[in-house]
């Protein structure tokens, strides 16, 4: 199985601020890397698809890149709504696994 | 708009079958580009993605390795729905239960709402 790993495991920010997250797997996921936003209590929801594809509806302010192993999650000027618990997952091979998640909190 | 509706128990006594069943509206559990999972979530184990189905002129089934031996996952073209049956669960099978779509491994972009089970005499 294709392990996840993410950093920081938490994160404190302010409104307007911008952070990153990284996501690295232990083998080449050819770019089936996939980005969700999970708030409490509520389902997963896709912020990237394909390593930097924003999934329809997200705001644009939410970016996703790199390649191979290692990506990167930033959102830009961050706003209230964005505090929450981010995941990586790749779809390159099954099983699906994600990372450990990484949350963002003020 | 596609739309995923679970239904099923949410207390399940140990050894017993837990089943869960996924209601697709806007979108046809035969599709040919569409796959559909189920993954849980608990403190203990983050997400797990359990399993998928999917059609690609005939059924194709995944499931993870940790349940493969216990899981079912079946489509139904009738109910245009898809269940989850996992037999011989223990307390470690309580856990957040979700339905998702995925469009080409493309990310999983509808969810259920979720279900929550509990495994517990």
């Known amino acids: 199985d294709i392990q996840m790993t993410q950093s920081p495991s938490s994160l404190s920010a302010s409104v307007g601020d911008r952070v990153t997250i990284t996501c690295r797997a232990s083998q080449r996921t050819n770019n089936y890397l996939n980005w969700y936003q999970q708030r409490s209590g509520k389902a997963p929801k896709l912020l990237i698809y394909?390593?930097?594809s924003l999934q329809s509806g997200v705001p644009s302010r939410f970016s996703g890149s790199g390649s191979e192993t290692d990506f990167t999650l930033t959102i830009t000027s961050l706003q209230p709504e964005d505090f929450a618990t981010y995941y990586c997952?790749?779809?390159?091979?099954?099983?699906?696994?994600f990372g450990q998640g990484t949350k963002l909190d003020i | 708009q596609v739309q995923l509706q679970q239904s099923g128990p949410g207390l399940v006594k140990p050894s017993q079958t837990l089943s869960l069943t996924c209601a697709i509206s806007?979108?046809?559990?035969?599709?040919?580009?569409?796959?559909w999972n189920w993954i849980r979530q608990s403190p203990s184990r983050g997400l797990e993605w359990l399993g998928r189905t999917y059609y690609r002129s005939k059924w194709y089934y995944d499931y993870v390795v940790s349940v493969k031996s216990r899981i079912t996952i079946n489509p139904d073209i009738s109910k245009n729905q898809f269940s989850l049956h996992l037999n011989s669960v223990t307390p470690e099978d309580t856990a957040v239960y979700y339905c998702?779509?995925?469009?080409?491994?493309?990310?999983?972009?509808?969810w259920g709402q979720g279900t929550t089970v509990t495994v517990s005499s």
């Open positions: 997952e790749q779809s390159y091979t099954t099983p699906h696994t």
């Open positions: 394909a390593a930097s």
């Open positions: 806007g979108d046809s559990v035969s599709s040919n580009s569409a796959a």
């Open positions: 998702a779509r995925s469009i080409d491994d493309n990310g999983m972009d509808v």
